[in-house]
């Protein structure tokens, strides 16, 4: 037991200064189309702001425009980006019919605000590093 609890320890250690990579919204695209739910494709990029690569095993997300929840989701893509570069991910969402016609009323201008929240989890690693970005982006819906 203590043996593993040492080895846990060690890879804490390990990844202790590891920054959570900068996250940015690229794109949010419609994917599929139906009575009920929605199918869109959100594409981030991830920044890499650490001086060794960054492995990540699994991301839980959460998406909202304007201020109002849009969609969430987690993905288990495995992502290898390496020290100071980036990696562009593609993520599905479902999203329900009545929280996008919100937001289609909602807008006067092709450019909304994004907020992204969420955690990425680091392999071989019980380490998560949260993450939470604003910004703007164009839709294309």
Known sequence: MLIVVSLLNACTWMYADFKAPKVKLLAIEPSQFGLFEQRFNIRLRLQNRNDSELAIRDMVY???????????????????????????????????????????????????????????????????????YEGEVDLEF
Not at 74 to 94: A, F, H, K, R
Not at 97 to 123: E, N, V
């Open 62 to 132: 959460a998406l909202k425009l304007n201020g109002v929840d849009f969609a969430q989701g987690m993905s288990d893509q495995e992502i290898t980006i390496p020290e100071d570069g980036e990696y562009v991910v593609e993520l599905p969402v479902n999203v329900k019919l009545k929280t996008l016609l919100r937001q289609l009323t909602r807008r006067d201008s092709a450019s909304i605000r994004y907020q992204l929240t969420g955690h990425l989890g680091l392999m071989r690693s019980l380490i998560t590093l949260p993450f939470d």
